[in-house]
């Protein structure tokens, strides 16, 4: 943690010495209204450098000495000393620990120390600068200050993130530069003013003995080039020569080799795919039908093998039924009745038959009487041969089924010698594919090699036809000692190790000297250095000042730009950074949506012309346009609502979403403490809990020191300072260690 502690004395409220020491992450300071619980984060940022007094709710700098009261007598001085840890160099000094001090005294003269020596103000400041500390800023938030970063325009919102994301330096520096570089345009008018006056032939003469010295000039520099150029181009083009020798034919060998191997792996394959003959799949489903026909016939024998076996079944059950009534018959009675029938029938057939034969026709009615009332033996052997019938006809079934079985294993056992055969032929294919396959990749690894070494031996042959054509054009603008190269010293593992961007750098400044040599044009222009050198006196002062005024002027607009430059790509790139921690807190306040920020341009009013404002109202006397200047736009879309723009939010959810915003700002380009006065005032109970999730989530890049009230948030600080007042008018501080505290109550 960077903040040690804070010690005020004399300050506002706080008559006599206190001390904060901030050893936890977060650390509460509360207290009820008018304790001077605020009068916290005005020290801050009184010690830190704040020249507003508005800022620090006062109008003289005696206002912010504690005035008296009836028990305190009135101070002199104020002072606010602030001490970081400075082990890991956050601020550019070289001690540990840094004490900034602030004194002011009742004549309004402030005084300024760093580590007890006396400083300027600029000199805190540009210490605090580097690490993203000020006076005011997103890290310092007062009370009512949560909401104006949305209630600003968008151009001034930019503002205030380009200080969160610590970009002000640049607008500093972009303005100083600007200054500078009027005053520079200045002094080149002035300068060349007084050029004016002296004559123009001097210009004129000026000009040509400048191209002539220039062109020696260019000339020996163009040798030298030329050297090492063509040094570094040759010894490269001999090393890539030889590489290409050393490695092309190689690779064409095993190129060469590898389509052979290919076509004699295709041939094995081809043959293998013959060998595997259809024959052998055709008698395959042939004996599969076969299977399938037994099957079959299996399943129609045992249908009727089971429908023998019910009629066998009923028959003995049948035969089983007539023993018994046998048995019984031995035994039978014969009803009266039946006997005295018998009888009378007996005597009305001796009555008709009285004088024939009556002995056959008494046999005959003996004989039907005791038929009527027996079984026949004869019926009961024909009943007893159905059933024999029947078990020979279910014997026979059975034997054929029987037949059945083993011919159907027969085939199964068929069936998987021949899938057997099958399988093992395809898997000898498979090693031949695998085979053509290992061979392709190899093939195509070679040939992306030996494209690659074909396209470095092209370009090779046209750079080494450039070379040619640049060393006989070397010998004409610069002579035969610009082809003398050999005694240049570099190694060819120094030619080999640099980028080849580099000697092409090389060549192009060869070439804008060769144009501007063949612009120059030839000749010796004795005369005219002669005349040149009679006036150049008079001239020579004005135009080394003009010369130094226009690279000052170069130099700064290149600075500028590069600034501006600067500025816009790390204001864009922050901006996208601040938008994902943006719509997190966002989402995590209100449990959903999506808020994001929006770079646009910004517009300026214009009044309409009188014919435009015919018929219309005093509102409408104005229109927008576009200045081309960017500011910053907050989008916002509430879940479970329509609502879309700041300009639909009601107070409590302006309130969530600046505090979201100002959360995002923190977390990009972490301060190393952030001071949050009452930030959570206006949040409820379920809010003030998600609030409590982002403040131990912020502590986990800044020190936070929270002014509340807020039970919830107090909950989340290892230290609670408390500020009372008592009827003196002095506020006193008291804390309280939660860790402690929560021990003791243990």
Known sequence: MHLKSLEISGFKSFAKKGSLEFKTPISAIVGPNGSGKSNIAEAFRFVLGEQ?????????GEDLIFSGSKEERTMNRASVKVIFDNTNRFLD???DEVTIERIVHRDSVNQYFINKSQVRLKDISELLAGANIGASGHHIISQ??????????????????????GLKVYQFKISESEKKLTKVEENIKSVESL????????????????KIEQSFELKDELKSLYKEYFKRESEYLKYQKKYIKENKFPL?????????????????????????SPEENEEFLKTETQLKEIRTEKSDLSRKIGQVEGMVTFEKRRLKREEDLQSQEEERTIKFKEVKIFLEELKSQLDVYEGLSLVNKIKEIISNFVSKNSQSEKKEEIDRGELLRLEGEQKNLENEMSKLTVEEKNIIS???????????????????????????????????????????????????????????????????????????????EQVISENRGIQEGRRRKIEKIKIKLEDMGAGSGDDVVKEYKEVQERDEFL?????????SASSLKELISELKEKLDNEFKEGVEKIN?????????????????????????RKKKTEDALEGLGEENDYEDEVDGQEGIDVNVALPNKKTKGLQMLSGGERSLTSIALLFAMSQIKPPPFIILDETDAALDEANSRRYGDMIENLSKYSQLILITHNRETMSRAGVLYGITMGMDGVSRLLSVKLDEAIKVAK
Request: glycine share 4%; net charge negative.
């Open 52 to 60: 507003s007094m508005k800022t620090l709710r006062g109008k003289r």
């Open 195 to 210: 050029r004016r006056e002296v004559s123009p032939h001097l210009k004129f003469l000026k000009k040509q003995v400048k």
């Open 93 to 95: 000094i070289d001690y």
């Open 543 to 551: 135009e080394r000042e003009v010369g130094d005024l226009d690279r």
């Open 580 to 604: 994902g921690q943006f719509n997190e807190f966002f989402a995590t306040m209100f449990g959903g949506g999506k808020a994001e920020l929006l770079v646009v341009k910004t517009k300026k």
């Open 252 to 276: 064409e060998e095993e190129m060469e080799k590898l389509n052979n191997e290919l076509s004699l792996a295709k041939s094995i394959l081809d043959r293998e795919q013959k060998i595997d």
């Open 144 to 165: 009512g200050e949560a909401d104006r970063i949305l209630s600003v325009n968008s151009k001034d919102r930019r503002g205030m993130i380009e200080e969160a994301l």
């Open 414 to 492: 068929k069936l998987d010698e021949l899938q057997q055969n099958i399988e093992t032929e395809k898997d000898s294919n498979r090693k031949a594919e695998l085979k053509i396959f290992e061979i392709k990749a190899k093939q195509s690894e070679i040939f992306a090699k030996l494209s690659s070494i074909k396209d470095l031996e092209v370009r090779i042959e046209i750079e080494d036809e450039n070379y040619k054509k640049e060393t006989n054009e070397s010998f004409v603008l610069a002579g035969r000692e610009a082809t003398q190269f050999s005694d240049f010293e570099v190694s060819l």
